[in-house]
């Protein structure tokens, strides 16, 4: 019989918690380690969910995707696309198994809204507006869950001061979310298996700072202190029901797309740009404000930038942009003269930060889309970037759209479970370009050569 693997994708899921800190509190993650072979799983860059599933199930990089974040820059333009199903123009492992005859079943993995078809069955992501839109392939399938689970959850708002409206939120989501897969486990007409969850998620972000004793927010004894650790133990709980739904030649992956860690607050890379002279700004912007709302004076600003856990730096280059002003031959001393400057930025007691500053062509094999031209850690992405301006500091204690407790983190998990056998093995320099030739090697199916992973043996 023709092994089957099932992926089960934890966004976000932190190896320091799943692998140490909260290790015996997750009885069927523990039998899963000793049964197979597990380690930290290096993310891309960036490590952020858009690019980084598509980066682990098609086993290119963000360049080669020309994904290099939820939104991206049109050609020839200052206005923004938002990624989407239809911008992934490179095969996942569902589509080459569909070639082989197999069938897959894909349930939230992100892009995947707008379903595209699929030889099995496919239910779309949390970037979904809503669930009155068509969000299964094949597009009666909607009806059926509906009828059984209810209206579609998607996702949550997790940036909001009601905490406990939160909490109970993610737990109705995360509980629909595993029915619906056990349901579709149970119909057994697949050979690939592949779900996100992005509860976990969600739950970093909005209750990181109530258990991270080394967070600057945290307050001891607080009522929220265990809420990460009780919803790891209701995932490990779920996981341990569909192991039960499976039978010994079923392969399972327990993956994530990155980890977590404090955020120490945000840096305001707009403020900072438009303080060194690259940005120029008519009048004077309220407090807060979005850049793309504001009059920019493009005829003086040599660059601008975007926020979010990482920045993306752009380059006002004439003949590329509609106003640029940067000549190409002035191109590379005004990214190099910037690039040197956003290393050297300190923190707002002027202690040194741990600052990384990529150029995309200098980091990936291909570059497609409309890349930035600079990629930037702020302290190693403890500081994430505010990309919103009109403040009278470079330094925000709170995210600067709502709040925020944690930022990502290069690492995510990677277990890969065999039931019949005892491994119990820990691997080193497992990436994520690893996983879809991994897969593809368990079915039996010669890896494309255009993948840049490896395959992960035991």
């Given amino acids: 019989m023709p092994k089957k693997?099932?992926?089960?994708?934890?966004?976000?899921?932190?190896?320091?918690?799943?692998?140490?800190?909260?290790?015996?509190?997750?009885p069927t993650i523990k039998k899963m380690l000793s049964h197979g072979v597990y380690g930290k799983l290096k993310s891309c860059i960036p490590p952020i969910t858009i690019p980084a599933w598509m980066v682990m199930m098609t086993s290119r990089d963000p360049g080669t995707l020309g994904l290099y974040g939820f939104r991206h820059k049109k050609s020839y333009s200052y206005e923004t696309w938002i990624a989407n199903s239809k911008s992934i123009k490179h095969k996942t492992i569902w589509d080459i198994i569909s070639e082989k005859g197999l069938k897959s079943c894909i349930v939230g993995v992100p892009p995947s809204y707008p379903p595209k078809p699929v030889n099995g069955c496919?239910?779309?992501?949390?970037?979904?507006p809503d669930a009155e839109k068509d969000y299964t392939y094949p597009k009666e399938l909607k009806n059926e869950l509906e009828a059984k689970f209810g209206k579609y959850i998607f996702d949550v708002e997790f940036r909001a001061e009601e905490r406990d409206q939160v909490l109970?939120?993610?737990?109705?989501?995360?509980?629909?979310h595993f029915q619906v897969i056990k349901y579709l486990i149970q119909k057994?007409?697949?050979?690939?298996?592949?779900?996100?969850?992005?509860?976990?998620?969600?739950?970093?972000?909005?209750?990181?700072?109530?258990?991270?004793?080394?967070h600057p927010k945290y307050v001891p004894n607080n009522k929220y202190e265990n809420v990460i650790?009780?919803?790891?133990?209701?995932?490990?709980?779920?996981?341990?029901?569909?192991?039960?739904?499976?039978?010994?030649?079923?392969?399972?992956?327990?993956?994530?797309?990155?980890?977590?860690?404090?955020?120490?607050?945000?840096?305001?890379?707009?403020?900072?740009?438009?303080?060194?002279g690259y940005l120029k700004i008519k009048g004077n912007p309220e407090r807060g404000a979005r850049?793309?709302?504001?009059?920019?004076?493009?005829?003086?600003?040599?660059?601008?930038?975007?926020?979010?856990?990482?920045?993306r730096i752009f380059i006002n280059v004439e003949g590329r942009e509609p106003q640029g002003t940067v000549t190409p031959e002035d191109y590379e001393k005004t990214l190099g003269e910037l690039a040197e400057k956003l290393k050297q930025i300190r923190g707002p007691n002027g202690e040194k930060l741990d600052n990384k500053v990529y150029k995309p062509e200098e980091i990936y094999e291909e570059l497609n889309g409309d890349s930035p031209d600079l990629i930037v850690y702020f302290d190693d992405l403890y500081?994430?970037?505010?990309?919103?301006?009109?403040?009278?500091?470079?330094?925000?204690s709170e995210n600067d759209t709502g709040p925020d407790d944690a930022v990502h983190s290069?690492?995510?998990?990677?277990?890969?479970?065999?039931?019949?056998?005892?491994?119990?093995?820990?691997?080193?320099?497992?990436?994520?370009?690893?996983?879809?030739?991994?897969?593809?090697?368990?079915?039996?199916?010669?890896?494309?050569?255009?993948?840049?992973?490896k395959i992960i043996t035991w």
């Avoid at 298996?193 to 972000?205: N, S, T, Y």
């Avoid at 569909?242 to 890379?269: E, P, R, W, Y």
């Avoid at 709302?293 to 856990?309: F, V």
């Avoid at 500081?383 to 330094?395: F, N, Q, V």
């Fill in 188 to 214: 057994g007409d697949w050979t690939l298996f592949a779900f996100v969850e992005i509860g976990l998620d969600r739950i970093h972000h909005a209750f990181w700072k109530f258990f991270d004793k080394e």
């Fill in 5 to 26: 693997v099932l992926i089960i994708g934890l966004d976000c899921a932190a190896p320091e918690l799943v692998f140490e800190k909260f290790l015996d509190d997750l």
């Fill in 291 to 311: 850049l793309e709302d504001t009059q920019i004076d493009w005829s003086q600003t040599k660059a601008w930038g975007w926020g979010g856990y990482y920045a």
């Fill in 229 to 276: 650790r009780e919803y790891y133990k209701y995932l490990d709980k779920e996981i341990g029901d569909l192991l039960g739904l499976l039978d010994n030649d079923t392969i399972v992956l327990v993956v994530s797309d990155h980890g977590a860690k404090q955020m120490k607050g945000a840096f305001c890379i707009n403020q900072w740009l438009m303080q060194e």
């Fill in 383 to 396: 500081w994430r970037s505010a990309g919103t301006i009109g403040y009278e500091t470079l330094y925000l």
């Fill in 122 to 128: 496919l239910v779309s992501c949390f970037i979904t």
């Fill in 410 to 453: 290069e690492y995510g998990i990677f277990i890969l479970y065999v039931p019949t056998k005892k491994l119990g093995l820990e691997l080193e320099n497992i990436n994520i370009l690893d996983v879809a030739p991994t897969v593809l090697n368990i079915l039996g199916i010669r890896v494309p050569k255009e993948m840049r992973g």
């Fill in 168 to 176: 109970e939120r993610i737990y109705e989501m995360t509980k629909q």
